[in-house]
């Protein structure tokens, strides 16, 4: 995290603001990797309803109550519970992931007037889509150059076309949609060999296939090679 932080600006004010108001009274906003988890209990009012026993987290806390300090939002803190993560990194890892996806769960489509879940979603069908290319502050504060890329999936309530960002996205679909792209997944290390002793042809995945630039997170694995690919 960037130490020098001067307190909120107001672009920081308008992001806040926007996110409180997209959640349903009753919804949590928990941002990834945080440590801390905020129910909405008002039409401009949060609460604190989970904090990481952890200095980082604590400090995120202090900066979202300083930026709800220049808003007409309140924030309580009295509904708050003290979570002491596992000493074992594995383990806390774990944990926040369960924490995550129980969130998930509860995810609603977006259309105001519909009540579908997204984990009802053809989470399978959704396409990886590039977005181009943005700025991030990476934990040094430097500005690097990244993709953006985003997961469409559509709701079969009310027809909405859903652009989901990539973690999320993993979060909802489990470990086996998160490493399969297409027709193409990825292979463990066991079935490689297997492949590779039976002479069966495998792919590894670069930047592009058949002029389609392929998820970052995809590029320099090992997947099955489809059967409409073999013998080309
Ligand atoms: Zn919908």
Redo the contacts with the bound molecule.
Sequence with gaps: MNDDWEGPNEEDIEWTKSMFEQIEIGGVWAPIHSGVEYTKTGEKEMSLTRLMNHPSAGAIHARILETIEKTDWTMKEDQAQLVTPPLDPVAAIHERKEREQEIAENWQ???SD?E?LLRNMDLAQGIWSYEGMQQALTDDGEIVDTERWSVRVN??????AIALEPYDYTILGGDELSWTWGPYQVMERDAIIDAIDHGDQVLILGTELEEERVPPHMRGLVVHMPLNMEEE
């Design positions: 489509c977006p259309t519909c579908e709701c079969h309530e009310c027809g909405a």
